[in-house]
Every structure is written in structure tokens, then in C-alpha cells.
């Protein structure tokens, strides 16, 4: 039987639900969107759109040029332009050079456009005094997230995947898309007729997250669970409770255990870190790590070394980013070089 196609009249309702469940925007507040052009940002920003007046809301739309696709780029420049112009919201664009910033940081295209497009993003709202900004984040990506990790090795942090809301800077960034799949945005756009742009890269099975949705998610929906986006995107909720109490725990140990910051060294008290389990000494460890650099942190590999290391009276290990760990009797210290 062919699926019932979600309209406005169903999703709109749905949609405004679950803001006020949620309580993530104020009366009358300015909020940011960042708008690629693509069918879920566009969706985001007609749905919010639809409630603003009702709600007071000043809305913005920000849009940043990766200039990886220079002809396509400006076309989906233009086309969010227009969109705020129709809509008489202020319009805000960014540029940068992805391909030669990844080159200079030594990262992945991926990480260095998401980097430099939430550095913009940040900017933006700062300048311009937005109180809340929104990302257009779908449970089909949730899902992705969660496989994608789960395919990496990865822990309890990993599986909360994309977070539902944020600080950044002075701002708060939520994502309310995370419980609607795409298909559903797409049934919106389609019934209501909005325009909306197409990236082929999203096509392109170079990238790991497009292998995934691409071709491993419909296997795991043929043959396994054809619910399996549903399953992932629930896991996150399920491991935010257990995490929630982690989290402070290992503030608590933190406390007990840092001693120190000294411009690029971080000293922690040695008697105190082989005290705690090693489930606790990791994230005391990966938390001195991101305080020296925020790109940095502790892999599988490299936390089995050092856990090894901790018997020893003496001991030192190189992590990335030019960070060492050295331990001695009395004290273990972490430096960027």
C-alpha cells in the first residue's frame, strides 16, 4: 500500500506541538536559520515561517558558500537570497575556501566545513543579538549519526548522537526536525509545492554518511528491520539518562583530581586519577585534552596505552595534536608542544 503523503495540514500541527512541548523558542524572540537550501532546511524555515507571526518571532536566514561546487554554490546562494527576500527576512551569507582550510588544518573537507560554517553561524549571532538559531537536522540523520559511530568503536558519548539543543557562544541552537524523517518533509514541500535546491554530492558514495544512507541503511531495511532509522534514532534518548549521570560524576572527579593549568600544561593529581575507575580516569583525561585543544581527543588505542602506563612510576605517551602525557610519582601532566 502506497504511504499516505504528509501535508501541511498534518505536519504544521505536529510541528508547532512539538515546540511547545519542548519549549524551545520564546515570545517574541529573533532566531537565526541556517538554510543550505536543501528540502529540509527550506521545510524549516516555512514551517517556522507559518508560526512566527503568532508567535512574534523575528526570523533570519544565514547561508554559508563552502565554494566546493563553485557554479551550483552561488545558485544555492541566490536561491536562499531570494527566499528572505520573498519572505521580507533579513538575509545573511558567508564564504570561505573549504578545500584550502582543510589543506592548512590538516582535516577532512567535512570536518573543515562544518567548522568554518558554525564559526559563521556564531558570528552572526553574535552581531546581529539572535537568541536562538535553528539547524535543520532530520531523525534520518540521527540515524546515520548513531551507525556511523557504531561502526567507528564508539562509546556511551558517541550514541547520543546529534544533540536536540546547544550553546553556542551566547546563543542557544536547537534542532527541531530530529523527530521527523525526511520523507515526511519531502511529502510537506511536495504538497504544498515549495521550491527547494538539490546537492549532488549528497549522491556522491565518496563520503562515508552518504555510503550509509545511501546503501547500508536500505540493506539494514530489506533485510533486517525496515524500521532500522526509527530503532537508531531512538538511542540516543535511551542513553541520555545514563549519561546525564556520568557527566556528573566526572565533574566531580575533575574537581578532585585537576591541580593546575599553567598556559599550555594542564597538571592533575596523580594519587587522586588512579583512584577512580578507568571508565572515569578516560573522561577525566579527554576532558584535560579538549581544555588544550578543543579538536583534540582520546581514541580507543590510545587510552589502552596509557592505561597500561598508569602502573608505572614513570611514564609518557605523544597523543594528537602535539599533546603529550607524562606521569611521574606524584603527578600526571599533559602539555601541548
Not at 551569507?93 to 573537507?109: F, Q
Amino acid at each position: 500500500m502506497k504511504e499516505k503523503q504528509v501535508s501541511a495540514t498534518t505536519l504544521l500541527p505536529r510541528f508547532e506541538e512539538h515546540l511547545r512541548d519542548k519549549r524551545f523558542f520564546k515570545t517574541r524572540q529573533k532566531i537565526l536559520i541556517a538554510c543550505s537550501g536543501g528540502p529540509d532546511s527550506v521545510a524549516l524555515f516555512h514551517l517556522l515561517q507559518s508560526l512566527a507571526a503568532n508567535h512574534g518571532w523575528k526570523l533570519g536566514l544565514a547561508h554559508f558558500n563552502h565554494q566546493l561546487r563553485p557554479g551550483d554554490a552561488k545558485k544555492d546562494e541566490r536561491f536562499v537570497k531570494d527566499l528572505a527576500r520573498k519572505f521580507k527576512v533579513p538575509f545573511y551569507s558567508g564564504t570561505g575556501n573549504v578545500k584550502r582550510e582543510a589543506k592548512r588544518t590538516k582535516t577532512s573537507i567535512e570536518e573543515c566545513a562544518r567548522q568554518m560554517r558554525y564559526d559563521f553561524f556564531l558570528r552572526t549571532t553574535q552581531i546581529e543579538k539572535f537568541q536562538a538559531g535553528v539547524l535543520a537536522h532530520t531523525k534520518d540523520d540521527q540515524a546515520e549519526t548513531v551507525l556511523m559511530r557504531v561502526l567507528q568503536g564508539t562509546g556511551l558519548r558517541g550514541l547520543q548522537g546529534i544533540r536536540e539543543k546547544f550553546r553556542m557562544g551566547r546563543t542557544t541552537w536547537v534542532r527541531p526536525l530530529l523527530v521527523f524523517t525526511k520523507k515526511e518533509l519531502l511529502g510537506y514541500l511536495a504538497k504544498e509545492r515549495v521550491p527547494f535546491r538539490s546537492d549532488k554530492t549528497n549522491d556522491s558514495l565518496r563520503f562515508v554518511r552518504n555510503r550509509i544512507r545511501l546503501e547500508l541503511i536500505p540493506g539494514l531495511q530489506r533485510d533486517f528491520n525496515p524500521r532500522v532509522v526509527e530503532a537508531l534514532s531512538r538511542i540516543p534518548s535511551i542513553v541520555a539518562g545514563e549519561s546525564a549521570l556520568i557527566a556528573e560524576l566526572e565533574e566531580k572527579a575533575w574537581e578532585k583530581t585537576f591541580k593546575r593549568r599553567c598556559g599550555k600544561e594542564i597538571e592533575l593529581r596523580r594519587s587522586v586519577l588512579l583512584k577512580f575507575p578507568p571508565a572515569l580516569q578516560f573522561r577525566i583525561l579527554e576532558k584535560a585534552l579538549k581544555k588544550l585543544d578543543k579538536q583534540s581527543g582520546l581514541s580507543f588505542e590510545a587510552w589502552e596505552r596509557i592505561r597500561q602506563g598508569l602502573v608505572r612510576s614513570r611514564y609518557r605517551s605523544s597523543l594528537p595534536k602535539d599533546i603529550d602525557f607524562a606521569l611521574t610519582p606524584k603527578k600526571a601532566i599533559l602539555y601541548k608542544k
